[in-house]
């Protein structure tokens, strides 16, 4: 052994420099920038800002027609990404908000809404045509009016496909709204006879996992 004590020392700082402060440690991961790298050969700055772009007006195309629908009672305003709402009929919360209702009434119709949300994103993605996310969420800021600490059902539209246009969009969106226009009157009934009632019977809650966000 032709090193010196100190030599051994010098040696381990500097592989400890080297792991620490030149070069990154990333184990058996791949290069994972090479993929940014390669989109901005492919498409330029100008090509990448250009996709971007037309994502944000594809996201606000589907904003103002998901909320012009009237169809939906939707808990966030889609910038860019996602956009998360239940299926509850203007025209439904209309009678549900004039309606003087006890706590165990509005839980009532919010598992009514949640049995409809799911019984339309189910449809859709039985049938193979439209294939919308699904998960529970709280509706924190109320949009519901139903005063509930109790997890929404939601449906979830996001972006991922840059050759989406505005035609493909409205095609894919006109299968949600048929289902939705044919569900109004069964809801309605459903609901209407929760507004109605004298008792005070509640209902259970909903501990089910739907869709592919609660698999697992």
Known sequence: NFLTEADDKRIDETRDCFARDITPFYGSRGFES????L?????GIDGIGKVVEDRQKISAYISNTVVNSKYFC??????FYRMVFI???QVIKDIVDKAKLTT???LEI??????????????LYTSGELCLDEFKLDDLGN????????????????IGNPKHTKRTIKKALNKLFKLCKENI??????????VNKTNNNTSQKDDKNYGPAGWG
């Not at 939707?74 to 910038?79: A, D, I, L, R, S």
């Not at 949640?114 to 339309?120: A, E, L, M, Q, V």
């Not at 009157?185 to 929760?194: A, C, D, F, G, R």
């Open 34 to 37: 090479l993929k940014m790298w």
């Open 39 to 43: 989109t901005i050969k492919a498409l």
């Open 74 to 79: 939707v808990f966030n305003e889609m910038t």
């Open 87 to 89: 299926y509850y009929p």
């Open 104 to 106: 165990e009434q509005k």
């Open 110 to 123: 919010k598992h009514i809404i949640d049995g409809f949300t799911h019984k339309i994103n189910e449809e």
């Open 143 to 158: 949009f519901s009016n139903l005063d509930t600490k109790d997890k929404f059902v939601v449906m979830s539209i996001s």
């Open 185 to 194: 009157p069964l809801m309605k009934e459903n609901v209407m006879n929760v």
